[in-house]
């Protein structure tokens, strides 16, 4: 009896652990004028078990812990196994004791060609390239990881951003665009890069101080966790005086404008003038948000 007893504990206890990732892949074909094809159909289907079926890490999940995130992928051009797309990444977490759920990345990929063969084996392996579809893929949940890791804890996501370098490194012998130092600004490349740059660590504490010392204490204290805030945002200025319009600042308030905005237009009243002036400084193109400020 108790051996049954503990064959069930461990089928609970196997059971209950997940994968990292909870993705929703979305594929649209609409500017091909070929969206009926079921190739694009077995893709979405594929891509999403890949992201979600793949062990990225050795840390234990829960099922509610698993990372929500989106993959919506616009195919331009389709040409046999040959595709042109962009791929509008974003991924999210919870904000303790809320029903709100915070977004941590949001990036929009225009570099993203690739080739796939319908019902072809999507796999991963850290060691090669075998397709720039799976390399692109594997990327984002490294960075999606990295990102989660470090709005927990600080520094946290180093090691999943050094996993997603491995890929960068792996995949620029093979033409393809986005993971070299020449392919523009806004890269793959260029996103790692500065991710794990010494002249950026700046941005790893304000993505855990601006989520774990900031949002999640807004439940207990809403006044204290917007002056928190108010300060962690602050910092960018140090990262502008380094590299004025940085990748890494673009990249967060594209993220985070919306909600901004939000936080510092109701509730308890705190001194925002020194925030606004430095949001007008560090991010001129969401000035449309700063202007919603009113506290």
Not at 162 to 185: F, L, R
Not at 217 to 234: A, G, N, P, Y
Request: charged share 20%; proline share 3%; glycine share 4%.
């Amino acid at each position: 009896m108790r051996i049954f007893t503990l064959l069930i504990v461990l089928l609970f206890s196997f059971n209950s652990i997940a994968q990292e990732l909870n993705a929703v892949v979305v594929i649209n074909a609409e500017q091909t004028n070929k969206a009926d094809l079921q190739v694009f159909k077995t893709l979405e289907r594929s891509l999403t078990e890949f992201v979600n079926n793949t062990k990225w890490t050795d840390r234990r999940f829960k099922q509610q812990e698993r990372i929500d995130c989106s993959f919506n992928i616009i195919i331009t051009q389709q040409d046999g196994n040959n595709f042109r797309a962009t791929v509008q990444v974003g991924a999210s977490r919870p904000v303790y004791g809320s029903n709100y759920d915070t977004a941590t990345f949001n990036f929009n990929d225009k570099q993203f060609d690739f080739e796939y063969t319908e019902f072809q084996p999507l796999i991963y392996n850290p060691n090669t390239f075998d397709s720039n579809l799976v390399s692109v893929m594997a990327f984002y949940a490294y960075t999606i990881i990295g990102m989660d890791a470090n709005t927990f804890k600080l520094n946290d996501g180093d090691k999943y951003f050094q996993e997603a370098k491995q890929i960068v490194t792996t995949a620029q012998p093979n033409n393809q665009t986005g993971w070299n130092p020449q392919d523009g600004s806004q890269s793959r490349y260029r996103l790692n890069e500065d991710l794990l740059s010494p002249n950026f660590r700046e941005f790893a504490g304000i993505m855990y101080s601006y989520h774990r010392t900031g949002l999640d204490f807004m439940v207990d204290d809403k006044k204290r966790s917007k002056q928190t805030i108010s300060t962690t945002l602050s910092q960018f200025q140090s990262l502008y005086k380094k590299r004025p319009n940085n990748f890494l600042t673009r990249v967060f308030f594209d993220t985070k404008a919306e909600e901004i905005a939000s936080i510092f237009s109701s509730g308890p009243s705190v001194n925002i003038t020194s925030l606004v002036e430095v949001l007008n400084q560090v991010a001129p193109t969401k000035s449309n948000f700063w202007r919603q400020i009113k506290f």
